[in-house]
């Protein structure tokens, strides 16, 4: 996972918004992902973004793509304690195996 | 809901000991996928299997092994368990009606340590 880069830790205020930063490796990726693990629970999809897009917005959840600086950010609107979590970036290196590539995550812990 | 089952959920072994993880999915999902989940290194892969019997190495692929005689079941076999096994391992499966946009469905996780 070490190729795809997280900050590990990010500490907001409930009701400000929170920003979670990736950035990957292989400009070649068609999808790139955001995952959200809760405490003891597997994985879930957020949400996931085309390459070929820029912006992807869904309800309070804002997904950017910089192709040029291989930079993907998380943007989470009125963040709430449940959205208390770690959150993985993902890209997809290999197409053949379709086998997703992880960041390290990164913890979000929502102060009320 | 992509019917992942993983068993069992929690395991405490010795070292040199071999383990095996199971993964059961119920909607013939041709794609399946173990991962490792380290702090500070996310989710690393395994193996893969793309169908019966056809599997193939991830990333951290040492000392695992894998087999796939039936398309429901993907067994992850450490032959001699070691303290450096001691992880989460996460099984996965790719949703063909997903198939475009790749992305992978996990069960709850299988929490192993190696004593």
């Known amino acids: 996972g070490e190729d795809v880069e997280q900050s590990l830790f990010l500490s907001v205020r409930e009701g400000d918004s929170s920003v979670i930063n990736c950035t990957y490796t292989?400009?070649?990726?068609?999808?790139l992902y955001w995952y959200k693990q809760e405490p003891g629970a597997g994985l879930q999809l957020l949400t996931y973004i085309f390459s070929n897009m820029d912006m992807k917005q869904d309800q309070r959840l804002t997904v950017l793509l910089n192709k040029k600086d291989k930079h993907l950010s998380l943007r989470i609107a009125d963040t709430q304690t449940g959205d208390s979590a770690i959150y993985f970036c993902?890209?997809?290196?290999?197409?053949?195996?379709?086998?997703?590539?992880f960041g390290s995550g990164t913890r979000l812990q929502v102060q009320p | 809901d992509a019917g992942i089952t993983q068993s069992p959920r929690h395991k405490v072994t010795e070292t040199g000991t071999p383990v095996t993880l199971r993964c059961h999915q119920t909607?013939?999902?041709?794609?399946m996928y173990w991962y490792r989940q380290d702090p500070g290194h996310g989710l690393r892969l395994i193996h893969y299997?793309?169908?019966?019997?056809?599997?193939d190495k991830g990333e951290v692929s040492d000392g695992y092994s894998v087999s796939r005689s039936k398309t429901e079941d993907f067994l992850l076999t450490l032959e001699s368990a070691t303290s450096s096994q001691t992880s989460v391992y996460f099984c996965?499966?790719?949703?063909?009606?997903?198939?475009?946009?790749?992305?992978?469905?996990f069960g709850e996780g299988s929490r192993l340590t190696v004593l």
């Open positions: 993902a890209e997809i290196k290999d197409t053949g195996r379709r086998a997703l590539t």
């Open positions: 996965a499966i790719s949703d063909m009606r997903y198939e475009n946009t790749g992305e992978l469905f």
């Open positions: 292989d400009s070649s990726s068609t999808y």
């Open positions: 299997s793309y169908g019966v019997k056809d599997t």
């Open positions: 909607e013939n999902h041709r794609y």
